[in-house]
Each structure stands twice: as structure tokens, then as C-alpha cells.
């Protein structure tokens, strides 16, 4: 590791717990792999990143408590402390990052190049509990428009000094300001959510700022960042339908919205083009959100997207699903998306499916392009196999059927 990266680690896990441990996470497309060490001296001393591999760090510190598998892990119950507040932001310009952290009157400590956006850190003056920082963390991060799904107690963000492997940019330290701060100087600016909205929306390119920070949707984040030549046409149709169909905008503030964020685009569009486009959508019944829609192919990544709206589907025919009422009992009422379409898949293929099988359903055949990564893939079927809702044979998941006296079914359909 260079010496930037060393020093900003020492900022992160100064004064240390001799208890407590630093995390090390190492990702590819199909897999992901844990390192834990006792101090910063022993991560120094033995861990060398693999450049091959998306290489990332838990900012808290991590306890000695075991999973259910009796490992060492990052989960929310481990994280212990932390000596800094992080902000990612995506998709925007490092002068608008700027512009959005002058909210705070203090200078980051850290600015980070992600290779993807910017990292901001601000290190604390002293070790707080994870839980004290993350209720400041998370109404400061909708204050300024930061991802809200990296305010999280276990959060690992990628480590400086090593490599993004989505477009093999490095990730490294910009800006350092070396100071330290107490935890209440940012909690003088913890408001109410509504309080929040309002100061996000009086940021330059407020509305917009606030759209993005709160869209589901990979492919129109990245297109609200502004596009160029050559995407400009599909991306207004598809801004255009999302603002009407989904946020439920009405025209004038819509096309506000659209007006705003054309200065964004490279080289932008005439208004008068804008403009012809914008009404050709708004005033039909065109639907223009689907991932089969020309032109949303470079701007779409399935695994980041967690739009209910924008999700591609499995090729499994129009079969409509019994679902056992078991399932929706109370033991159940926290079951995910992801396994119903596994519950759904294996009750369709009843002689069950092997982990690539179920990998070949997850293939969108238009692109060839998996939409949910191994890792995903199994914790899903580990999770249904924990619930008892699946069975395994040998390598083959199936449908763990139930007795049906005195139960009924929910029929859902593709």
C-alpha cells in the first residue's frame, strides 16, 4: 500500500480496542472472501491487495462474535466503532460533491476518487459506537444527497490504493486536510426528514439532486448525471416517462426538471428539441420504462438495480404460481422478492433445478447478461433452505411441499 493509504488508515483506526478487529473484504462477480486482523500493524504486514479484485474495508471496527456458520463476520450485531463519518456520492461532478458538502462548514478530512464517484470523509476526534454515528450518518446523508444505501452500520467502501475492476480506474486519496472532529459539530445539522428535503432541494440543481438520491433505478441515476451526444434523444423519452409514470410530477414541473437537467449533458440538447421530444411522450400512452427500451443497454447494471418497475424477467411463460399460505404465515413475513422467484422457479421446474440451472433462469436472453451474481444466488437458496421452504438433494434444490389440509393457496401470476 502506499504511504497516503497507510496514514489514511491510521486516521480510520486510531486508538483502536485491542478486542476488536479490522475488516478486509475482497469481491468478484461470483464470489466474496473475509480477512480480519487485530491491528493496523498486522494488516500492514500481511495483506497485500489482490489488483484482480474489487478491494474494500469496513469503516467500524468489527467484535469477536460469531455467524450462525461460527466465523468472524461484518454484520450489523459485529460492528462495534467507528472514528468517522463517510459519504459516497455517484454519478456527479467532484465540484458538485463541493458544493453539497459546504453544508457542513468544515473542511473533509478525506476526499476519495472511487474510480466510480468520491468517498468523503470527515474523521472523528474520538472512537464513537457505530449506532451513536449512523442515526447522525443517515439524515445527514439525504441532507446533501449522498447514496443512502452506504449509511449503513456494516458498510465497506473500496480500499485507496487499489483498483475498480468495473472500469479498472484507481481508487485514491484526492484531497487530505489531516483535521479531526467532534461528532457534535455535525449533529447541530441533524433535522427533521421534511427539514432534510427542504435543504437538499435548495442545493444547486436541487430537484434533481434530490431525484436521483432517492431513485431505484440504475439506469436513470446514471442518466440523470447528464449523457452524451447520442444518448440524449432515448434518455429524455425514458427521464420524460419515469417523471410522469413513476414520481407522478405534474408537466410544467417536469419539464423544469428535464430543463435543469440538460445543462448536465455533453453537449446539450436545443430546448426546442427538448421540448418536441419531452411532449411527444408526455401526451401518449407510450411505456418507456421497460429494460427491453433501445438504448438503455449502456446505462444498465441488473445487479445494482432495485427499481420494482425496471427488473427484468424470467423466462419462465406466462404459468401462473400456487403459493402455499404457509409461506405468508408469520414466520414468513419478511421474505424477500428474490425468494418468491426461487419458490416460483422450483414449483415451476417441480423435479427441482441445480445452482447453475437456477443461474441460467437469472440470464436475460436478450443481453446474455446474468442478472443476480452467485454470491446472491446462493445466499437466497441458503436463506430458503434455513426457512425449510426448499429442500436439497444431492446438488439439486426442490420445492419443499406441505401437507395442504386446512390451507389454501395465494396464486400469483408471472
Known amino acids: ?35 480480519f486482523y487485530s491491528s493496523l500493524d498486522e494488516l500492514i504486514a500481511l495483506y497485500k491487495p489482490n489488483l484482480e479484485k474489487h478491494c474494500y474495508f469496513g ?35 467532484l465540484e458538485e460533491v463541493r458544493e453539497r458538502i459546504k453544508l457542513f462548514e468544515v473542511k473533509p478530512s478525506y476526499i476519495v476518487s472511487s474510480g466510480n464517484g468520491y468517498h468523503v470523509y470527515y474523521i472523528l476526534d474520538e472512537r ?34 487499489t483498483v475498480n475492476k468495473k472500469n479498472d480506474k484507481w481508487c485514491e486519496i484526492i484531497e487530505t486536510n489531516r483535521m479531526e472532529y467532534s461528532l457534535e459539530l455535525f449533529e447541530k445539522f441533524v433535522v427533521e426528514d421534511s427539514e432534510a428535503t427542504e435543504v437538499l432541494t435548495k442545493l444547486p ?8 438520491s432517492r431513485c431505484q433505478s440504475y439506469c436513470i441515476s446514471k442518466m440523470l448525471a447528464g449523457v452524451k451526444r447520442g444518448d440524449r434523444h432515448s434518455a429524455i423519452l425514458r427521464l420524460t416517462s419515469y417523471f410522469r409514470d413513476v414520481l407522478k410530477l405534474d408537466k410544467n414541473k417536469a419539464l423544469e426538471i428535464l430543463q435543469m437537467w440538460n445543462k448536465k449533458n455533453k453537449p446539450m440538447e436545443s430546448l ?32 445494482k438495480c432495485f427499481s420494482p418497475i425496471i427488473q427484468p424477467k424470467l423466462d419462465i411463460g ?31 421446474f417441480s423435479d427441482g433445478l441445480t445452482f447453475d440451472e437456477i443461474r441460467d433462469k437469472c440470464t436475460t436472453k436478450k443481453t446474455g447478461k446474468v442478472f443476480l451474481h452467485d454470491q446472491t444466488r ?18 439439486i434444490y426442490v420445492y ?15
Not at 469477536?64 to 450485531?77: D, V
Not at 459516497?88 to 461532478?93: E, M
Not at 427538448?274 to 447494471?301: A, H, I, P, T
Not at 422478492?337 to 415451476?348: A, D, M, N, S
Request: glycine content about 6%; proline content about 2%.
Open 1 to 35: 500500500m502506499e504511504f497516503t493509504t497507510r496514514e489514511f488508515l491510521e486516521s480510520i483506526f486510531d486508538n483502536l480496542d485491542n478486542n476488536f478487529l479490522i475488516e478486509i473484504r475482497e469481491i468478484t462477480d461470483t464470489s466474496s472472501k473475509n480477512y
Open 272 to 303: 426546442s428539441e427538448l421540448e418536441r421530444n419531452f411532449n411527444s411522450v408526455w401526451d401518449k400512452e407510450y411505456k418507456l420504462l421497460g429494460c427491453e427500451f433501445d438504448g438503455v443497454e449502456k446505462f444498465c447494471k441488473k445487479e
Open 318 to 348: 406466462n404459468v401462473p404460481i400456487k403459493f402455499d399460505t404457509k409461506i405468508f404465515e408469520k414466520n414468513y413475513e419478511n421474505i424477500t422478492g428474490y425468494e418468491l422467484v426461487f419458490l416460483g422457479l422450483l414449483q415451476i
Open 205 to 212: 440543481n436541487g430537484e434533481l439532486v434530490k431525484i436521483a
Open 59 to 93: 469503516v467500524s471496527s468489527r467484535g469477536q462474535r460469531k455467524n450462525s456458520k461460527g466465523k468472524t463476520s461484518g454484520e450489523n450485531i459485529n460492528c462495534e466503532d467507528v472514528k468517522a463519518l463517510w459519504f459516497d456520492f455517484d454519478y456527479i461532478t
Open 378 to 395: 446462493k445466499r437466497v437458496l441458503e436463506d430458503l433452505l434455513d426457512k425449510k421452504l426448499v429442500e436439497q438433494c444431492g446438488d
Open 400 to 414: 419443499s411441499r406441505k401437507g395442504q389440509y386446512n390451507r389454501g393457496y395465494v396464486m400469483i401470476s408471472p
Open 128 to 161: 464513537v459506537s457505530t449506532e451513536k454515528v449512523i442515526k447522525v450518518l443517515r439524515p445527514l446523508t439525504k441532507m446533501i444527497g449522498a447514496d443512502p444505501k452506504v449509511s449503513t452500520h456494516s458498510k465497506v467502501l473500496r480500499l485507496p490504493g
